[in-house]
């Protein structure tokens, strides 16, 4: 039976949680420098006033554009004194204890939740996969809900479903397709709520505001706005995304290591293997006891809640430029911790063995947590020192070839010296050497990506570069 909300126990288990997930959030959060999708956000939100805001957003485009609510909120919260890198951060705490509050009600959906290296590495970051992961639990709510109630005539659930529907679509393009998944999920569960003209009563405001959402969206790609076009990664950046969600990837090499080859990963074996049987077994455990106790109808609509958006977006990555990863699963992040949880509870012929596969696959993800939270292979491009270095090379007049984005430098050289400083450091975008003969230092972020396939240090060193420095996601090379 789930407590009463009125009941004053429940009320002090719910400001516990809270304490629990801001602290557990708060230390996941860091002070590493902004990488490039984050300080396209954070430049845009220390525009004072919001009608400049607007415009600069449509002027850069990208696909902040369609991530309407979030950068929104995130121009707001800069408007309330928040400029760091942790305090900008800090916006997606809220998200968090919404994800953890959504769930309370199964027994150990906040340990799980609050150990996930997923769900803690986004609530660290400046983009809104925290708001997704929230807005997915509140649909894993909403659905739990309508499954409960399907033998009565009521209309159980609805509302929260629908509003999990709306935050979904209004956080991303990406995420509007989930909200499509949350959607077709719920009518094959309740079907006959088609026919009532009282559902569609209560549905009607939130159908107002999808079709405003999806007005908008439309608008955006009639103007021609959309993400950068990346070489999309196929499946193996897909099996990344699965391999990044289910907790792995504090344990194993890091992001900048894992796009040199798969094959980096084969030092990490040792401890991936175990950490991946634990990790599943929990899950198997954890899913067969829902199954079992799950009508097939509300299993088919759930399982079309989950997989019909990864099916879409795996297919738009294959056929479009656009790189498919674990982020842009992130709304999914219920159905891989849920059956976890459940684990813990689960009976069967051997009733230890689900608590310990949970305990173990929790050890795991806490240990992956940590590596993320502090080991330097798994920091984010460190834009904060290369932005220095440029607009220092620039004060001393030198010529420098920025192959890097110029949104985050922005936001760096803002920090430093204000608008004034941004609009000096413009000639990197407006003004770069013609040629290397012309330049005196380039930068690049991720030469990997931007030089695939190309021998750029041979380049480099026919023009007399040599390399001065390396960090996090950069290189750069001078000549005297």
Request: some cysteine; aromatic content about 12%.
């Amino acid at each position: 039976m789930n407590p009463s909300p009125s009941n004053p126990r429940n009320s002090i288990r719910i400001l516990l949680l809270s304490i629990a997930a801001m602290v557990v959030g708060a230390a996941a959060i860091t002070q590493q420098s902004l990488w490039m999708d984050e300080g396209s956000g954070a430049f845009k939100a220390l525009i004072p006033d919001f009608k400049t805001w607007w415009a600069m957003t449509m002027r850069l485009g990208g696909s902040d554009t369609q991530m309407p609510v979030y950068m929104f909120l995130l121009w707001v919260w800069a408007q309330l004194g928040a400029i760091s890198e942790f305090a900008l951060r800090a916006i997606n705490l809220p998200w968090l204890i919404l994800a953890v509050l959504a769930l309370r009600n199964v027994r150990f959906w906040p340990l799980v939740c609050l150990t996930s290296p997923f769900v803690l590495y986004y609530t660290g970051e400046l983009r809104p996969y925290a708001m997704q992961i929230a807005a997915g639990a509140v649909a894993a709510a909403a659905m739990g809900k309508i499954i409960a109630a399907r033998e009565r005539q009521d209309f159980s659930g609805l509302h929260v479903a629908c509003f999990a529907g709306l935050l979904l679509a209004s956080s991303s393009l990406t995420a509007a397709v989930w909200a499509a998944g949350l959607s077709a999920g719920i009518v094959i569960i309740r079907p006959d709520w088609l026919a009532k003209k009282a559902f569609w009563f209560r549905v009607l405001p939130w159908l107002a505001g999808g079709l405003v959402i999806a007005s908008y969206y439309a608008f955006t790609l009639f103007k021609g706005y959309r993400a950068t076009g990346i070489e999309g990664g196929g499946i193996l950046s897909v099996f990344f995304g699965f391999y990044e969600m289910i907790g792995l990837l504090g344990l194993g090499p890091g992001r900048n290591e894992l796009r040199a080859g798969p094959s980096t990963i084969l030092p990490s074996l040792a401890i991936l293997i175990p950490a991946a049987l634990c990790i599943g077994t929990a899950w198997v455990f954890g899913f067969k006891t829902w199954f079992e106790k799950t009508p097939a109808r509300c299993v088919a609509g759930v399982a079309c809640a989950v997989l019909l958006p990864i099916l879409v977006l795996t297919a738009v990555g294959l056929l479009q430029d656009f790189r498919v990863l674990g982020r842009h699963f992130s709304p999914a992040m219920p159905a891989v911790l849920l059956p976890i949880a459940l684990a813990f509870s689960a009976g069967g012929r051997f009733k230890s063995l689900p608590a310990l596969a949970a305990s173990l696959a929790v050890a795991f993800m806490l240990a992956s947590s940590i590596g993320l939270r502090i080991l330097e292979r798994h920091a984010r491009d460190d834009y904060r020192t290369a932005a220095n270095l440029g607009i220092d090379a620039l004060e001393k007049g030198r010529s420098v070839w920025w192959q890097a984005d110029m949104n985050a430098t922005r936001y760096y050289a803002y920090r430093r010296g204000g608008m004034p400083l941004v609009n000096d450091i413009q000639l990197l975008e407006s003004e770069p050497p013609t040629s290397l003969m012309f330049a005196d230092m380039v930068v690049i972020n991720r030469p990997d990506l931007r030089h695939a396939g190309n021998n750029y240090r041979a380049e480099l060193k026919r023009n007399l570069f040599k390399p001065t420095a390396s960090f996090t996601g950069f290189e750069v090379w001078e000549t005297k």
